[in-house]
């Protein structure tokens, strides 16, 4: 079935350091992709979303292509925050229907 | 507009027993689905509801279920808990007419521990 696979981390980065958090999918037909982020304690936020082939998604300075040619949907963000420390979730459209299958989740920390 | 609310957010049970948690989607939304989250397994998928019919289940035992009511809000079951059910028990809501799934927003969750 539709799966993803992402980098687990954790990531550390710097203030203000560029982020990428890889995400690379396999699936039938052509699902919508997403990224979810999760703050400590909380439920999951939608980031942005994709739902065909080289539509960006972009949210609060992050970025990430539906690039089918090489089945994959990276999380960018130029220069990130301390804001911006949290667990992000790539997923797409379950090809049982009416359902999302995520990754494992990449755990990103900003220090100042 | 109001998010996605669930009931109760922290919950302690001992094993063997049942327990019910609720969820009120967003005004106007009538799909609403229910995911586990574990630090082992993830984020997994239990089941979806649309009109009070569910409309896709995930792989997990007989124990859990859910139902949906007319005015959209929904519960989940657990029946005979197990010690591997303490997870954070995430519920989402989409407009999600027919087809493909559309964009769902979450709550924030319900703490489930079983003891």
Redesign the interface.
């Known amino acids: 079935g539709n799966s993803v696979t992402q980098m687990e981390g954790p990531v550390t980065l710097s203030e203000e350091a560029f982020l990428t958090i890889n995400c690379t999918y396999t699936a039938t037909g052509y ?2 992709l ?1 990224w ?1 982020v999760q703050y400590p304690g ?5 980031l942005l ?1 994709a739902t065909k082939a080289d539509d960006k998604g972009s949210n609060k300075g992050f970025e990430a292509t539906y690039r089918k040619e090489t089945t994959s949907f990276h999380l960018e963000k130029g220069s990130v925050q301390v804001s911006d420390s949290a667990v992000y ?1 790539c997923a797409l ?2 090809n ?10 990449t755990s990103l920390l900003v220090t100042p | 507009k109001a998010g996605v609310t669930q009931t109760p957010r922290y919950l302690i049970k001992t094993r063997g027993q049942q327990v019910t948690l609720s969820c009120s989607p967003i005004s106007g939304h009538r799909s609403v689905s229910w995911y586990q989250q574990t630090p082992g397994q993830g984020l997994q998928f239990l089941f979806e509801y649309f009109s009070e019919t569910q409309r896709n289940k995930g792989n997990f035992p007989g124990r859990f279920s859910g139902r949906q009511f007319s005015n959209s809000r929904s519960e989940m079951n657990v029946s005979t808990l197990e010690l591997g059910d303490s997870a954070l028990y995430l519920c989402a809501s989409s407009l999600n007419p027919a087809g493909d799934t559309d964009t769902q927003y979450f709550g924030p969750g319900t703490r489930l521990t079983v003891l």
């Open positions: 699902p919508s997403f979810y909380e439920g999951l936020q939608l979303k979730f459209d379950s049982s229907g009416y359902a999302l299958n995520f990754g494992k989740g």
